[in-house]
């Protein structure tokens, strides 16, 4: 088998898909981490912070809030994931942590919208 063949091949396998969700999940999660930051500086300003709060009531921030949540949801599955393949050399139950992880990220998502509203 030629390496494009290879490439390919390793590109249809669900682990390099939960690799990419993994990646875009903690790119994600380092875009927003710096606002987060920056919201909690802003909690010593009574007036700003409450600015902010009542900003952040709206219907399409609290979406927002479920799918950051989600994505850190994802990011902790799939590293928890990553762990037990590389320490306990995982092979045949890899399809079903694979599985496990979006599940996983959209029911802490989920809850976490449902709470929200």
Excluded: C
């Excluded at 990419?20 to 903690?26: A, N, T, W």
């Excluded at 902790?76 to 393949?85: I, N």
Aim: no cysteine; hydrophobic share 60%; proline share 3%.
């Amino acid at each position: 088998m030629s390496a494009i063949g290879i490439a390919r091949a390793s590109r249809a396998h669900p682990g390099f898909v939960a690799s990419l969700i993994h990646r875009f999940s903690g790119l994600a999660l380092a875009i927003f981490l710096p606002m987060h930051f920056y919201v909690l500086g802003m909690a010593l300003e009574q007036e700003a912070f409450a600015g902010f709060i009542d900003w952040s009531n709206q219907p399409l921030v609290k979406i927002s809030e479920s799918l950051l949540v989600g994505a850190l949801a994802v990011h902790f599955a799939g590293g928890l994931r990553l762990l037990a393949v590389e320490f306990f050399g995982l092979t045949r139950g890899q399809s079903l942590l694979i599985a496990l992880a979006p599940a996983f990220a959209l029911g802490v998502g989920i809850l976490f919208l449902m709470r929200a509203f």
